[in-house]
Nanobody, 130 residues
Framework: QVQLVESGGGLVQAGGSLRLSCAAS????????MGWFRQASGKEREFVGGLSRSGSGATHYYADSVKGRFTISRDNAKNTVSLQMNSLKPEDTAVYYC?????????????????????WGQGTQVTVSN
């Protein structure tokens, strides 16, 4: 069982930056592939970016809408994964969710769909103003 807790959300002006963090419980954090999703009001939850489990080459994958602006990183010593968001736009406004999936395959795969993830955080609100 893994529990995830996001933090770092808030209100920022367009063009600004925010760094979201996700703290995970458990002793095998490095064995989990991690992902970030977001859900804007009235819309479906969408994939933002993901990171493969440790030991498999640290593969990243990002949605086209955030590529070049957002970066995911992990610190296994602290059981945290972060989402650095730069050049924020009003359309980035959403609740952001951290997700985890145990990956024992060492494949280096990045999971991109909601159904593939086993554990979710409660979400943190990000609001980007004009």
């Amino acid at each position: 069982q893994v529990q995830l807790v996001e933090s770092g959300g808030g209100l920022v002006q367009a063009g600004g930056s925010l760094r979201l963090s996700c703290a995970a419980s458990g002793r095998t954090f490095s064995s989990y592939a991690m992902g970030w999703f977001r859900q804007a009001s009235g819309k479906e939850r969408e994939f933002v970016g993901g990171l493969s489990r440790s030991g498999s080459g640290a593969t990243h994958y990002y949605a086209d809408s955030v590529k070049g602006r957002f970066t995911i990183s992990r610190d296994n010593a602290k059981n945290t994964v972060s989402l650095q968001m730069n050049s924020l736009k009003p359309e980035d406004t959403a609740v952001y969710y951290c997700a985890a999936k145990y990956d024992g395959s060492w494949s280096g795969f990045v999971f991109k769909t909601r159904d593939e993830y086993d554990y979710w955080g409660q979400g943190t609100q990000v609001t980007v103003s004009n």
